[in-house]
């Protein structure tokens, strides 16, 4: 082995680059201080030990030339300089954990990774701008594009610099980009900076991608659809109205778009009658011929420059393909070409796909890898290939081109035999220095269009690991990834794809194969969109998009066995999650605090929601239940210890228009969940405590003005696994009333005083939960225990009103109603905590449903009361967490007593 250190430009293979003596080959080492090409072309060549490229007074840089094959059995290393890497180039790692190999992006000022591959999928650009609302996109070439492409729709800041001036530092934009996508410094002429003025960038806004399904085209315009959401199909039409099967998944000024050629109808619905399910339109029907068609959401959301890109993300498949197939026939094959790789989905749409699509029901995702089929044969728009499908393919599932111009990957043919285990590993900096008369991050990043295969070292724990502190050449702060293939083929050590810009990176157009994890991690203004996860242990686990300005939106997951987790964040209130397609296994999702979750479609066996925090708002999803029929595993909430709801955290949340119908909110507190969408019920389960500590219910509170009268009305069915074999697997309709004092209490009547202040009474809606250090509120349970450990046991039946005393809700079969009247007979306004409770393990375990709790209320006797009342009768209906009584009792179908 021997060292070398570059003397001067030149090529690799020429012994003068090295001062004379030959070059560096088999084993040997390479330090580089000037401008080196790389010109080995063999996929047998050297395998070299260490590379570093240095950066000495500018010139460490190592230059592939296309068609190259760099062999290692070391770390590649960009130390200050520069490692570029073009079309048709391989960089092959060998080397087993032991040895952590791979390549290695340092932390050092001016270190530059530059990797952009030629687009290997169709792409053209806008012609013009566009904006929020617009129906169609106009694109300059739409030919290669057809009916069902997945299109990814963003603008490549990349394309501001040429590569010289990227590489360079020079000519940096100087203004914001205007409408028409060109840089435009006419505000700034004459305008003198300094080398801290932000001049108006503003990173927060760059991300302008939107991911649509192509509905349509018309020459050179293309009509979007979403790629999630809800559709209707059509069943009567006048000129300008439309009547669907169900209208309620549709909101008026929404865009939409039904029938195609001469029948399409792009436009914006203006009213809607729902108990009718007819819509009004602001155009006229193009065609009246559209009775059976789907009605789908359309059109632009967010501007759009001049120029903007728009990529073909996926090909739909066109018809269903068997098991054991070696063709399939999709919409476009377009971007195929006999040799090429493609991935295609296999998703679930019955219940036995799980166990068919998923056998390997553990950690051992990585010994049945999602296929790398390769073409052998196209015919019309059926492709022929190998190695054959393991698994059934739906129609209007998607396939993938996979292959990249440029290559990064373990030597070995086959990943899986734990001899080649490298990394790509970025390291994290935030270092900045002055470029383009801008304090900028002192590294530049550019990666578009590189697949990266067989990597995965669990010694080093880098993996494909690329961290903050890098910009483009345009913004300060940020930096893209795009149109990344990352593959992990089998090797076992392949836990994450990891997104971790410390400001505002974006990864797009990426497809995430074969990973313990396919997407993890992710800081400030992180966005991950029009990406694809196929075959994970977890499909995302903990992507952040902390802070302001990140996303993670326009994704498909599939063949994944649990957990698409949006990472918490510390401020704001930007789209968190938007436009998501997820199917796994176990808790497809997790809600955390302050994200703002919007129109995704999750599907699951065991449970569709593990978390739900509060101040997350998420709105219009739609949750599939792909379980047996009866199955305990068709609940919202996952808990592994029992397959059944397990809400182990007491804080609380509203999912607002379920299943993308209006009005059909759905409320998360404590250990239950309201309205389960099988039994048009509320639904009441615990699988964490079941047992006097955490009981399980739903308890509210109301002040009483003085001589005041509450009747409580509520219908409770038992769930069909309950025992129901006596007063311990049933829950019971409890109240009590407390005063304003704390520790006050009627045992008489009902359970201990729950210490409540006023305005906390008066403000909330509150479920009973035992461990209150989660709530973050000013609450007291000082005899939250019901049993023998609690300070009254209601047990007891020389309690007044113990549990075993009282009516028992014991029905599995129908809903049975009980109601309390309760009268206020103190002379002050007292609080009155009412509701359903299960304290055993089994009625709690196995849990309950209920109607919506029915409340009429006399009005008071006092002068001073009847004042009040007639006051309230003027003021807005009030609402509780976002959930109207009345609409309460429209979804439920309760009425007043």
């Not at 950066?55 to 094959?69: A, I, P, W």
């Not at 530092?169 to 003025?197: I, M, R, W």
């Not at 893209?480 to 971790?500: A, K, P, Q, T, W």
Request: net charge negative.
């Amino acid at each position: 082995m021997s060292a070398y250190t570059s003397t001067q430009t030149g090529l690799w293979n020429d012994s003068a680059t090295w001062g004379g003596g030959g070059y560096p080959s088999t084993d040997d080492t390479a330090t580089i201080n000037h401008e080196v090409v790389y010109n080995l072309t063999s996929s047998s060549s050297p395998f070299h030990g260490d590379v570093t490229i240095n950066y000495s007074n500018g010139g460490g840089h190592l230059r592939h030339l296309t068609g190259t094959h760099m062999n290692m059995n070391g770390v590649l290393r960009v130390n200050g300089g520069i490692y570029e890497m073009v079309d048709d180039v391989t960089l092959a790692f060998t080397g087993d954990n032991s040895h952590d190999h791979g390549l290695y992006i340092d932390s050092d000022n001016h270190t530059t990774f530059l990797a952009t591959g030629t687009t290997p999928v169709a792409e053209t650009r806008m012609s013009t701008s566009g904006d929020a609302g617009d129906l169609y996109i106009p694109v300059e070439d739409a030919s290669s594009f057809q009916t069902g492409d997945w299109i990814s729709v963003f603008f490549r800041y990349g394309d501001l610099k040429s590569r010289e001036d990227f590489l360079n530092e020079v000519n940096y934009p100087s203004g914001v980009l205007q409408g028409d996508g060109v840089l435009n410094t006419g505000q700034y002429s004459g305008a003198v900076f300094t080398s801290n003025e932000n001049r108006l960038h503003n990173e927060g806004s760059r991300n302008v991608s939107e991911g649509f399904i192509i509905h349509d085209i018309d020459s050179n315009n293309i009509y979007p659809r979403d790629l999630v959401g809800p559709e209707a199909t059509i069943t009567a039409v006048t000129s300008n109205t439309i009547t669907v099967d169900n209208a309620k998944v549709f909101r008026e000024s929404q865009p939409i778009i039904f029938g195609n050629g001469s029948t399409r109808t792009a436009s914006t619905i203006t009213s809607i009658n729902y108990s009718i399910n007819k819509i009004t339109l602001a155009d006229t029907l193009s065609d009246s011929n559209v009775i059976g068609e789907k009605v789908y959401l359309g059109g632009l959301k967010i501007h759009k420059y001049k120029r903007t890109v728009v990529r073909t993300v996926g090909n739909q498949v066109a018809s269903e393909a068997a098991a054991n197939a070696t063709t399939i026939t999709l919409n476009n094959v377009g971007d195929y070409s006999v040799g090429d790789k493609f991935y295609v989905e296999h998703t679930v749409e019955e219940y036995s796909d799980w166990a068919t699509v998923l056998p390997n029901d553990s950690n051992s995702w990585f010994q049945d890898p999602q296929i790398r089929h390769e073409i052998t044969g196209i015919n019309g728009s059926t492709l022929t290939f190998s190695p054959a499908l393991p698994y059934k393919v739906y129609a209007g599932s998607f396939a993938y081109k996979a292959n990249r111009p440029i290559t990064i990957k373990g030597a070995s043919d086959d990943p899986s035999d734990g001899t080649c285990k490298p990394y790509i590993y970025a390291a994290n900096s935030g270092s900045t220095r002055t470029q383009g008369l801008m304090t900028r991050y002192s590294r530049k990043l550019l990666m578009k269009d590189v697949e990266v295969l067989g990597v995965g070292n669990s010694s080093s724990n880098y993996q494909f690991f690329v961290r903050g502190g890098f910009n483009d050449g345009y913004w300060r702060y940020s930096t893209v990834i795009e149109g990344v293939v990352s593959d992990g083929m089998g090797n076992n050590n392949f836990s994450y794809l990891r997104l971790d810009g410390s400001h505002y990176m974006t990864h797009t157009n990426i497809i995430s194969a074969n990973s313990y994890r396919t997407y993890y991690g992710g800081r400030e203004g992180c966005s991950l969109v029009n990406s694809v996860a196929l075959n994970g242990r977890r499909a995302a686990d903990g992507v952040g998009t902390q802070n302001v300005a990140g996303k993670v939106a326009y994704i498909r997951a599939t063949r994944c066995r649990e957990n698409f987790r949006i990472y918490s964040r510390s401020m704001g209130m930007a789209i968190a999650a938007y436009q998501i397609y997820a199917e796994n296994r176990y808790y497809n999702y997790c809600f955390l605090s302050r994200n703002y979750i919007h129109q995704c479609h999750f599907k699951g066996e065991h449970g569709l929601v593990r978390d739900f925090h509060n101040e997350c708002y998420a709105s219009y999803i739609k949750f599939d239940h792909i379980a047996q029929s009866g199955s305990t595993n068709s609940r919202y909430f996952y808990n592994a210890s029992s397959d059944r709801l397990g809400y182990y955290h007491a804080y609380g949340g509203t999912l607002y228009e379920m299943n993308y119908e209006i009005d059909n909110d759905v409320m998360f507190h404590g250990f239950m969940i309201k309205n389960n969408l099988r039994e048009s019920a509320f639904e009441a389960s615990n699988s964490w405590g079941n047992n006097y500590y955490y009981p399980t219910g739903d308890m509210r509170v109301l002040m009483l003005r003085p001589n005041e009268t509450v009747k409580i009305k509520v219908a409770v069915k038992l769930h069909e696994n309950n025992p129901n074999v006596n007063w311990a697997d049933r829950p019971y309709l409890i109240y009590f009333l407390g005063g304003h004092q704390s520790g006050h209490r009627n045992s008489a009547r009902g359970v201990p005083y729950l210490n409540i202040t006023g305005s906390e009474a008066m403000d909330h809606d509150f479920d009973f939960v035992g461990d209150v250090s989660k709530m973050g509120k000013n609450i007291l349970f000082p005899d939250h225990n019901y049993g023998y450990e609690g300070s009254e046991n209601y047990d007891s039946s020389d309690m007044v009103n113990s549990f075993s005393s009282r009516p028992q809700f014991d029905s599995k079969t129908q809903y049975v109603e009980q109601t309390l009247t309760i009268t206020n007979e103190a002379a002050f306004t007292r609080s009155c905590t009412y509701g359903l409770l299960a304290i055993n393990s089994d009625a709690s375990s196995y849990g309950f449903y209920f109607k919506d709790m029915v409340i009429a209320r006399s009005h008071s006797q006092t002068l001073l009361g009847k004042l009040g009342d007639k006051f309230r009768r003027l003021l807005p209906a009030y609402v509780t967490k976002g959930i109207s009584a009345t609409k309460q009792k429209k979804r439920i179908g309760g009425a007043r007593l």
